[in-house]
């Protein structure tokens, strides 16, 4: 089957250190795969950080980074220096291009950053 | 202003009590979704709507209805709440219902039933 999965759990990271989380993806049906990361802040919705829909491309937003990579089927979320204001939740996400059926999101990630 | 409401944003029912969860977005957005997230789990998809009166089940669907009669307005009906229906339920909407689609998502309603 389909399936995302995502550094579990917590994370908790100093403030101006750097920042991965891991997210790998397995398919079965997705011949083209979209990857996605999704953060959700306290008291809101999900919102798109970054979306890569093309193999070996790399994606950037708020000084964030996560690169396609299709060999070892993976799609890191990184960041070089993160900010108490990066605390949120992390969703990696995959998607076809046939429809809502194949679309996956991760189980989260809780980032804590430490002044 | 790109918006996805929900309402209420909190809700305490007893078992075997109707829900009724609100979901509206000004974006004229064809496509919506009605996900629940549980503790430890990813969200799971209950039912996606492409347009009004033209929806479709997810992954989920068993125990939850659902309506569209605006384009903007997508409610999610519990008809006899149980008690594993207690989560987090999140609302959202997009341009296309295509997996490469962009969701913008409301901010939750955290649903209890006693």
């Known amino acids: 089957g389909d399936s995302v999965t995502q550094t579990e759990g917590q994370v908790t990271v100093s403030e101006s250190k750097s920042l991965i989380i891991n997210c790998t993806y397995s398919?079965?049906?997705?011949?083209?795969?979209?990857l996605f990361w999704y953060v959700r802040y306290p008291g809101e919705g999900l919102q798109l950080l970054l979306k890569?829909?093309?193999?070996?491309q790399k994606g950037s937003s708020r000084g964030f980074e996560a690169t396609y990579n299709k060999e070892t089927t993976s799609f890191h979320l990184q960041k070089a220096s993160v900010q108490e204001s990066d605390s949120a939740v992390y969703y990696c996400?995959?998607?076809?291009?046939?429809?809502?059926?194949?679309?996956?999101f991760g189980k989260g990630t809780s980032l804590t950053v430490i002044p | 202003d790109m918006k996805v409401t929900q309402m209420p944003r909190y809700l305490i029912k007893r078992m075997g009590e109707n829900v009724l969860l609100e979901c509206g977005q000004d974006?004229?957005?064809?496509?919506m979704y009605w996900y629940r997230q549980d503790p430890g789990l990813g969200l799971q998809l209950i039912y996606i709507?492409?347009?009004?009166?033209?929806?479709s089940e997810g992954d989920i669907p068993k125990g939850y209805r659902v309506s569209r009669k605006k384009r903007e307005h997508f409610s999610l009906i519990l008809d006899s709440a149980k008690t594993n229906q207690t989560s987090v339920y999140f609302c959202?909407?997009?341009?296309?219902?295509?997996?490469?689609?962009?969701?913008?998502f409301g901010p939750g309603t955290r649903l209890t039933v006693l």
């Open positions: 890569v829909i093309t193999a070996g």
């Open positions: 709507s492409y347009d009004v009166d033209s929806n």
């Open positions: 959202a909407s997009s341009a296309d219902w295509g997996g490469y689609a962009e969701q913008f």
């Open positions: 398919t079965t049906s997705i011949a083209y795969p979209n």
């Open positions: 996400a995959l998607g076809g291009n046939t429809g809502y059926q194949n679309f996956y």
């Open positions: 974006m004229s957005h064809e496509t």
